[in-house]
């Protein structure tokens, strides 16, 4: 049976040792100390975790790339069965890592994170001494979308005789897959410790790994096709946090928005002057379902959007919009559900003079903005996000939304939030 190696991807010691309590509790049968909690932490880490878990396995993800040698014996002293090696280092790093294995009682695990020719290399590795491959598709790289693929895994598993892990994404819903393909250590970090329910998260992996078929209604890597979904599970606080504070669209408010209510679709541009409302509400009939069209009026007073022209865009599929400018009729659009976001609020509108354009870059909130960008928008605020990275950022979102989760189950067992996040210790050195 195929072992589960729970990835403690943590900053915090405390928190990884009561995480991997519970995931031992559902099954977890390997502990892994993840490079952030090593790096956070130090060989420390690997010490506590041998003490608290005597009769498991534990593995120190040190992603060694050189001095071989002295990593695996600062690591091993410290208690770790298993040691990581990338696959990118020189053959004599991995040479020097497994002969200090042997000093010192550790297997080496090879890493093949961004490596070429991943069953080139894994033949190679194996007779350099290493005792495992590691199939891994790195955080950075899932965060587009990507996921281990699994005839790769299948081709390392048929050219080498040692134990094959998969790592990246791993799910209760694709556990199986990989197991299938041959797959000997399935290692999870998000799909368990981002989770309110560990003890759940691990047994339902395990389950998976048997061959049963589970739907957690887990957050998944998202796709290019699948970014309604995604921006829809998240809030513009998460993507912020994601984003590192880009395209925030300073000074725009939601006005219309009922409580929880939510704007995501792609951007249709409009450019037009202070109170001419002819090419905003002319951008309704070229506007694709899912649409949300966004004016940029330079924050001019008077209104150029209304009722009648929501009304409209409702019936033709749009979204809703966004205005570096004024909108009127609020109780009316309120009323009708759709979503209104600008500057201000006027009741006087201007005349349908024509100026402007539809489908041109333009500037809203201080951002800039083009057609197919992605808007998002709720009670905290809108957001855009560059088309070409909004898969990226959308799966950061999640993750960022998942790390809350797990924070604020941490919270409710009696935590606070300084306490968890052991705000005090990691304050900078004065």
Known sequence: MPVLQVALDLMQLNRSIAIAHEAVEGGADWIEVGTPLIKSEGAEAIRALRREFPGHKIIADTKTMDVG????????????DIVTVLGLADDATIEEAVMAGRKYGAEIMVDMINVPDRVERAKQVEKLGAAYICMHMGIDTQMRGEEPPVDVLRRI???????????????????????????????????????????????NIKSAMAGAKVDTNLARKYGEDDLFEAFSRVSTCNISDAYHKQGVM??????????KQKLVGRALTVQTTNGDWAKPVEAIDRARDGDVIVVDVGGAPVAVWGELASCSA????????????????????RELGFPVFSRTVAPCAGEPKGYGGIGIEITVGGQRVRTGDWIVGDESGIMVIPKE????VANRALDVHERENRTREEILRGSTLSKVNELAKWEPVK
């Open 69 to 80: 040698s002295f990593e695996v014996e600062i690591v091993a002293k410290a208690g770790a």
């Open 157 to 203: 598993v048929e050219s080498v005789s040692i134990p094959v892990a998969v790592a990246g994404g791993i799910t209760a819903e694709n556990a199986g897959e990989y197991v299938e393909a041959g797959a000997t250590d399935v290692i999870v970090g998000g799909a368990i410790i981002k989770t309110d329910d560990i003890v759940s998260a691990a047994r």
């Open 250 to 259: 300073f000074g725009i408010l939601p006005q219309s928005l009922k409580h």
């Open 314 to 333: 409702m019936v033709m599929g749009v979204r809703g919009i966004v205005i570096d400018g004024a909108a009127r009729d609020i109780d009316d659009i």
């Open 389 to 392: 990275v909004a898969v990226e």
